[in-house]
């Protein structure tokens, strides 16, 4: 689901400009300069796939016949900062409609960021964030933040401390990237909008519960967190086991200036502790014809852990084109749980404001990831095994690739209408089917 918070602070503040963090032109009516935050966004996307060579399909194949889908998003935020103390609350509403196409199975870089992973869920609405935001400061220098329906503060210490404390999305924290970070703006897949890597602690819509804290300083930043993982791969509810579930995430910023145009790298280090199966026992058991088809559901054990690293960097290269990109790596010796089928992957890309053709508020990308398994987790598939997204019924192995272009137009205040185009070699990891074309169409509205 949508991530969006920004951290600006000195050099790296030239990246984010007026139609990206403040009012100008980004909302549909201005926000007041107030301790209280209201607004409210919705973001659909209709996607159509036009046929393509398939030799086969399983029960988790993204669809080989032409077809099209439209997901709709609608979220309102509320926020107050509780004045003189740097305390504030947040809480928002989400509404997740519609549905991906082949209901988001087959592609582990799937193309729609927007569809939440289990369609039996509905539109009912739901609480997406309720989180108590607390600031320690460690300087009494003060400096402009940004707002954004997710930190609501006008001003903060220039040194500090950051608690983040309620129901959050793991990823509103930790391995943000300007360029690549937002559905409703920018890139589409998830591959690209996430680190495809990152199994980061989420439920089915992509929240948790859990506590994140943040060392921030001006050049650089330290970042924790604690948070609950889902109960089974994939699943709604979350596992309040914790000596035997958790995602512990750990991240270093590090800030730059490069001719005087900002940049920023982080490091980012993610242990997850869940019931999880693993792709051996699975083998194992299928080869010793003891499971007719290779199940890693069946070979959960509690407290397995699966490991990973990660590393995300941005750079503004000229006034209004910057580059960005992000390299992922886990483990993948047991089931993909909280995410998606993706152990190891290598992303670039680059967009460019439209101040060069007189069109200030629009933005142009393009950007390209490669997508690779596990031996285990490709052998399970392979052989006829199924995750939560992907299962041909039996696998030609071969990276995923897929490069994604946008145009997202300001054509009113808070209104950006936006094309895409998307192309996917070997789906699924699979050289038997493909390549896939996906185009889109996308409106975003911001109140």
Same mark, same amino acid.
């Given at each position: ?14 990246l984010a400009g007026a139609d990206d963090t403040g009012d100008s032109g980004l909302y549909l009516a201005p926000h007041p300069d107030a301790p209280w935050w209201l607004s $409210?966004q919705g973001n659909s996307i209709l996607q159509y796939q036009p046929g393509f060579h398939s030799d086969y399909q399983g029960i988790h194949s993204f669809t080989s016949s ?22 504030? $609350? ?21 193309? @729609?960021?927007? *569809? ?6 509905? %539109? ?33 210490? %220039? ?13 509103? *924290? ?16 998830? %591959?690209?909008? @996430?680190?495809?890597? /990152? ?45 035997n579930a958790r995602g512990e995430n750990l991240e270093l910023e590090i800030h730059d200036c490069i001719a005087g145009h900002p940049g920023l790298v982080r490091g980012l ?37 699966? /490991?990973?690293?990660?590393?995300? %960097? ?23 749980? $909280? ?31 490669? @997508?690779?398994?596990? @031996? ?35 054509? /009113? ?5 936006? *094309? ?8 699924? /990891? ?7 074309? *996906? ?9």
């Open positions: 689901m949508r991530r969006a918070l920004m951290i600006c602070l000195g050099c790296w503040s030239g $409210a032409d077809h099209l889908a439209i997901s709709l998003v609608t979220t309102a935020f509320a926020g107050y900062v509780f004045e003189p103390t740097l305390t504030s $609350a947040v809480v928002s509403g989400e509404s997740a409609g519609g549905g991906g196409l082949s209901q988001a199975l087959g592609i582990a870089g799937f193309t @729609n960021l927007d *569809v939440v992973r289990n369609p039996t869920l509905g %539109a009912a609405p739901y609480i997406g964030r309720a989180y108590v935001d607390q600031i320690i400061p460690l300087t009494s220098e003060m400096v402009q933040s940004d707002r954004t329906p997710l930190h609501v503060f006008r001003t903060v210490p %220039a040194r500090r401390i950051e608690i983040h404390a309620g129901k959050l999305s793991t990823v509103d *924290v930790f391995d943000t990237n300007q360029g690549a970070t937002d559905s409703h703006f920018q890139f589409m897949n998830w %591959a690209i909008d @996430n680190n495809g890597a /990152y199994d980061y602690a989420a439920d089915t819509r992509g929240y948790t519960l859990g506590i994140t804290v943040e060392f921030i300083d001006k050049l650089w930043a330290l970042r924790f967190g604690d948070l609950l993982m889902p109960k089974v791969a994939n699943g709604p509810d979350y596992d309040y086991d914790i000596a280090a993610f242990l997850n502790h869940a019931n999880m199966g693993t792709y051996a026992d699975a083998i194992a058991a299928y080869r010793q014809a003891i499971d007719a088809v290779p199940d890693v559901t069946l070979y959960r054990v509690k407290g397995r852990t699966t /490991y990973g690293f990660g590393l995300n %960097a941005e750079q503004e290269v000229i006034t209004d084109l910057h580059v960005f990109g992000r390299l992922g790596w886990n483990n993948g010796k047991n089931e993909s749980f $909280a995410y998606t089928e993706i152990d190891n992957t290598l992303m670039i890309g680059g967009d460019l404001r439209g101040g060069r053709w007189s069109r200030p508020g629009d933005k142009v990308g393009l950007a390209g990831v490669s @997508n690779g398994l596990s @031996n285990g987790h490709k052998t399970y598939l392979e052989i006829g095994g199924s995750g939560f997204i992907l299962g041909d019924g039996k696998l030609h192995y071969g990276r995923e690739n897929i490069i994604e272009a946008y145009y997202t137009a300001r054509a /009113y205040r808070g209104v950006f209408p936006a *094309v895409d185009l998307q192309l996917i070699q070997n789906p699924g /990891y699979n050289v038997d089917r493909g390549p896939a074309i *996906v185009g889109s169409v996308r409106l975003h509205l911001e109140i």
